[in-house]
């Protein structure tokens, strides 16, 4: 963050050869100074840039308000809040004004007054771009109060009449002059304080409690809603819909890169969790949208999958902990934890009582067996398996450390087959190598090379 100006006083300010411009101008000029610069206005965001960034950027041209419909965990909150990015990092304000007018343009009775009041003398002060967004969740409680404003019965007490417009309170979207508000699930908010917005969002004025306050909001309207024909909790009425320039789907990352950048970004990490982990819990998730089993209406958010990773994380972390391991690296085996936790996450189809921890499980595999196909396509196991066919078996589990498993491998005479294997993942450290090989044996278990059984937090390959 760079300093704020040192101007101080309007006069200084016009002084300067400061340039007014309004909220929709701002954010065209810096989303065009960004793109000839070939810099990202959208850091973050991951499989939008063939469909959905196009036209949110058409849309700002054009000065539109702007309205997301997609499935839960799509990332059009991530979304609205990084247009704060083409926002000036500083703009200026009349100091003390409740609606942060700029000193060029004060719009409410008592700026006015003290514009003509002071003159030139009129204090300034700075805001910072992070300052200029409003974010608020919609909820059936929310009132026309909270998004517009109200009648403030401390000021009345203090002399004014009712009829005086110093008596309003300003809600939020008033208070969002020359910035961004952003609401979120539209739908939720009661029909009746739907309709209240619908002045501000054409006309730029405010009607509380029967008059009319003519103030020239400049402010840029976005918001986000799930589909109506899943959510049933409410709709966006038509007015409404008609007021926002633009409606734009978003969608769940279309490529497999995507995905896995995803969960990258976001997921919080305890421990290590090799490239080829998060390859499968992003192929789970994917594998999930794509199953009959699952309420495809509702979606499998990005949130599935990072709280996968998350939760494989902490099982690697306290594997390690009480193991006393050097490093603590997620292996195969962790996977399991995931399922057991991540189930209430997804809403199956009516018919499907009782079979949620075996679709979950079922996808898990295709998954494994998926992202085995892929990193370890023609190594030769024969040597492996003619091993464990012989009668060598290899534990594994939430009990087992990754020095344990290692030594615990059979003995291929003079084969390279474990080096390979680990060279395929990059696995450098005891951890990262016990990671790949246990995920190669998993492999051979779901193509049926090998058995597997599983009892009391042990697993064992034979």
């Not at 090998?450 to 390959?461: A, I, L, P, Q, W």
Request: proline residues 5%.
């Amino acid at each position: 963050m760079t300093a704020a100006p040192g101007t101080t006083t309007v006069g200084a300010l016009r002084a300067s050869g400061h340039r007014q411009k309004h909220l929709k101008e701002e954010l065209r000029d810096n989303l065009l100074t960004a793109l000839r610069d070939g810099r990202d206005p959208w850091p973050g965001l991951h499989g939008f840039d063939e469909t959905v960034i196009p036209q949110v950027e058409r849309a700002i041209l054009a000065g539109h308000d702007i309205v997301l419909l997609g499935e839960r965990g799509q990332g059009k909150t991530r979304l609205l809040r990084t247009l704060v990015g083409l926002l000036d990092e500083w703009t200026p304000v009349i100091a003390g004004s409740e609606l942060g007018e700029h000193p060029f343009d004060p719009i409410t009775p008592v700026s006015r007054r003290r514009a003509a009041e002071l003159g030139d003398d009129l204090p300034v002060v700075w805001r910072h771009r992070d300052e200029r967004y409003a974010e608020k969740l919609a909820t059936p409680d929310t009132s026309v109060a909270d998004l517009i404003g109200d009648v403030d019965p401390m000021k009345v007490a203090e002399g004014r009449s009712l009829g005086d417009p110093e008596t309003i309170h300003f809600g939020l979207i008033p208070r969002s002059h020359r910035g961004i508000v952003a609401i979120n699930e539209l739908p939720d908010l009661a029909e009746r304080i739907q309709v209240a917005m619908l002045n501000v969002m054409e006309e730029r004025d405010i009607q509380i409690r029967g008059y009319v306050l003519r103030l020239p909001l400049d402010v840029l309207v976005v918001a986000s809603a799930n589909p109506e024909d899943y959510t049933n909790r409410g709709r966006i009425i038509t007015p409404l819909k008609d007021r926002f320039g633009a409606e734009i789907r978003t969608h769940y990352p279309v490529a497999l890169s995507d995905e896995v950048a995803v969960i990258r970004q976001e997921a919080h990490l305890v421990a290590e969790v090799p490239d080829a982990l998060v390859e499968i819990l992003a192929r789970f998730t994917r594998n999930l949208r794509e199953s009959t089993a699952v309420d495809q209406r509702s979606g499998v958010s990005a949130r599935f999958a990072i709280a996968g990773a998350e939760t494989i994380a902490a099982a690697a972390l306290h594997r390690a902990t009480v193991q006393r391991e050097p490093q603590a690296v997620a292996r195969v085996v962790d996977l399991e934890t995931a399922v057991e936790v991540l189930g209430g996450k997804v809403e199956f189809e009516t018919g499907e009582e009782g079979r949620e921890h075996d679709i979950l499980t079922h996808l898990l595999r295709t998954a494994t067996a998926e992202t085995v196909r892929d990193h370890f396509r023609g190594i030769d196991f024969a040597l492996l398996v003619d091993a464990i066919e012989g009668g060598a078996m290899v534990s594994t589990g939430g009990q087992v450390s990754a020095i344990d498993f290692l030594s615990g491998l059979p003995r291929l005479g003079e084969s390279e087959l474990y080096d390979e294997v680990c060279d395929r993942l990059g696995a450098r450290n005891d951890g990262e190598r016990a990671s790949a090989i246990e995920l190669a044996l998993e492999g051979l278990y779901l193509a049926r090379k090998v058995s597997k059984e599983t009892s009391r937090g042990e697993t064992v390959y034979g």
